[in-house]
């Protein structure tokens, strides 16, 4: 995509102007970003396999409509987007969505399951899975620390805070062939594509293969911190900048992001279908 067609989609987005909240449903609100905009940059054309797979795990902490009897109900959703759908959700329109259902009655709570789920995959070009908890059942999940090892405890000098892969440096003890291990970061910060506004991140990269040096990957990982990017291409470049540096026979990169507007997003990204037991962290 060209810098101008680039320029003049990022234009017509909701997000980073003054919006009205409508009181009654419109499906129309919700913005779509071709998955490509970013992709094209990595050398990920459509015409190429993509080298992983995953999914876009949102999280909706402000979700309410009325009863058949006018009484307000709230619930906390999850929102599980395919990483090869078309389209990504742009998240400051998905908020006007959601905030569109506040005055709506409905019968039952599946009924709106049902039509966000019509919504959303038929805006993201994919399949959409929503699930809605009550706040007892979502507090029951609780919070877990980021698994694996933090490198964030490394003493280390960085002066570099403009994206630069090359930092990336293999592990200097050459007697390790071949590691598996989970690296974990709460440090990543990135700015958002079109507002400029930090967004803040937990990841979690688990891999097998050549031993990163984990200093160079926190260096690496804070060269973020001046990058505009959407979420969900932060976390395919840290994938893909990984696999050209490396020899990885497995990769996953997990990005637990802080919420904004009432919505989380978090994506996952890997050499292989992942699992990832419940992960909420502290500053979700």
């Not at 998240?91 to 039952?108: A, D, G, H, I, V």
């Not at 280390?156 to 592990?171: G, M």
């Not at 390790?176 to 979690?204: F, M, R, Y």
Request: include cysteine.
């Amino acid at each position: 995509m060209s810098e101008n067609k680039t320029s003049d989609l990022l234009q017509q987005l909701s997000l980073g102007k003054q919006s009205d909240y409508k009181s009654n449903y419109d499906a129309d609100l919700l913005d779509t970003v071709p998955r490509s905009l970013t992709r094209e940059a990595l050398g990920l054309s459509s015409q190429t396999q993509l080298p992983f797979v995953g999914t876009d795990i949102w999280t909706g902490y402000e979700v309410s409509w009325l009863n058949s009897k006018g009484k307000p109900q709230v619930a906390i959703a999850e929102f599980y987007f395919d990483h090869d759908s078309e389209n990504l959700i742009e998240s400051k329109s998905f908020k006007l969505y959601l905030n569109s259902f506040n005055q709506m009655r409905y019968e039952t709570q599946d009924r709106i399951i049902s039509i966000i789920e019509h919504d959303l995959s038929s805006c993201s070009g994919a399949p959409v899975s929503v699930t809605f908890y009550s706040l007892s059942d979502y507090a029951k999940k609780g919070l877990v620390e980021t698994p694996g090892i933090s490198i964030d405890q490394l003493d280390i000098e960085i002066n570099d805070f403009d994206y630069n892969p090359l930092l990336l440096k293999k592990a200097p003890n050459k007697a390790l062939t071949n590691v598996t291990e989970i690296l974990a970061s709460d440090l990543l910060k990135s700015n958002c594509l079109v507002t400029g506004q930090p967004d803040w991140a937990s990841v979690i990269i688990q891999y097998s293969g050549t031993p990163i040096c984990h200093e160079s990957l926190l260096k690496y990982l804070v060269s973020f911190r001046g990058h505009n990017e959407f979420h969900e291409h932060c976390v395919e470049r840290i994938f893909c900048d990984l696999t050209r540096h490396f020899e990885l026979a497995n990769l996953t990169v997990y990005a637990r992001y802080t919420r904004r507007g009432g919505l989380d997003i978090n994506p996952i990204r890997s050499t292989h279908a992942v699992n990832f037991d419940w992960l909420r962290l502290a500053r979700q």
